[in-house]
């Protein structure tokens, strides 16, 4: 085993875990098309550290911390939806993008190169990744309440408008630490796939929130392993494998619902 595939595993077990945590309120809270989107504002920011050599983690999380509070403010001083604000940042992000990405350069930064993970990488992505799920720990119950309803959210004294931020944040971080094994195309999936699986098997949040974070590293561990055995790119085997657990997901959700179901010799209660 190389240095870098030693490296990529322990970058894609900690990313995965937390993209896989957070993934599950972002299904959710019904944004799973915002967080795909969300992933292709930090194109600009690769640009940026590839062609000036600086960090590219750096970059891609500066123009995607500059996108969440964008959003949040926006969101909160007009009436346009999350999906929406997204949406116009994300054509204009990776639009300018693709413009100043060097083209030699830009297959990684659409894909990621999971060859390419350092020491310092992987120590960053643990880094980022415990506080993240930490964090996204402590605003779930508050999340999910101003789900169902925000007047009730603050009447508990929750800060609604506090706490979206937040999470906005943490989905940027995120999505920044896994840019360099799947890349700013295909990250997204790693928050959405696997919440979008265990939802179907989840018979409660807390299950929900702890399967979707599994779900998120095997995806990344396994799709990482088969790059290394196929010479195939990393990213692309991540989504792969993530799909398969979701068609899995709904394959093991359809046939408890048939076993539930009475049998036509059976009196409905």
């Known amino acids: 085993m190389t240095d870098a595939l030693l490296y990529g595993l322990i970058a894609g077990t900690f990313v995965g875990l937390a993209a896989g945590y957070i993934g599950s309120l972002m299904v959710l809270k019904r944004m799973a098309l915002v967080g795909d989107a969300l992933s292709h504002v930090a194109l600009p920011g690769l640009a940026l550290g590839i062609t000036l050599h600086f960090n590219v983690f750096l970059g891609a999380f500066a123009f995607l911390f500059v996108a969440a509070v964008a959003t949040w403010y926006l969101e909160e001083a007009t009436k346009l939806s999350v999906e929406s604000i997204v949406g116009v940042l994300f054509v204009l992000a990776l639009a300018i993008g693709v413009l100043i990405t060097p083209q030699y350069e830009l297959y990684e930064a659409l ?28 605003i779930y119950t508050q999340v999910v309440l101003s789900l169902v309803s925000d007047e009730l959210a603050r009447s508990t004294g929750i800060r609604v408008s506090r706490v979206n931020l937040l999470y906005l944040l943490l989905v940027a971080v995120v999505v920044a630490a896994g840019i360099q094994i799947v890349g700013t195309l295909l990250v997204g999936a790693l928050v959405i796939v696997p919440a979008a699986a265990m939802k179907n098997v989840s018979s409660n949040l807390s299950r929900y929130a702890v399967l979707s974070g599994a779900t998120g590293v095997v995806s990344a561990v396994a799709g990482i392993s088969l790059s290394a055995a196929l010479d195939y790119p990393a990213g692309p085997l991540v989504v792969v494998v993530g799909f398969l657990i979701f068609l899995l997901a709904i394959a093991v959700n359809f046939l408890g619902a048939r076993r539930r179901r009475p049998s036509s010799g059976e009196r409905a209660p």
């Open 111 to 138: 894909f990621g190169d999971v060859s390419a993970v350092t020491l310092e990488y992987a120590v960053a992505a643990v880094a980022v990744a415990i506080p993240v799920v930490v964090l996204t720990r402590l």
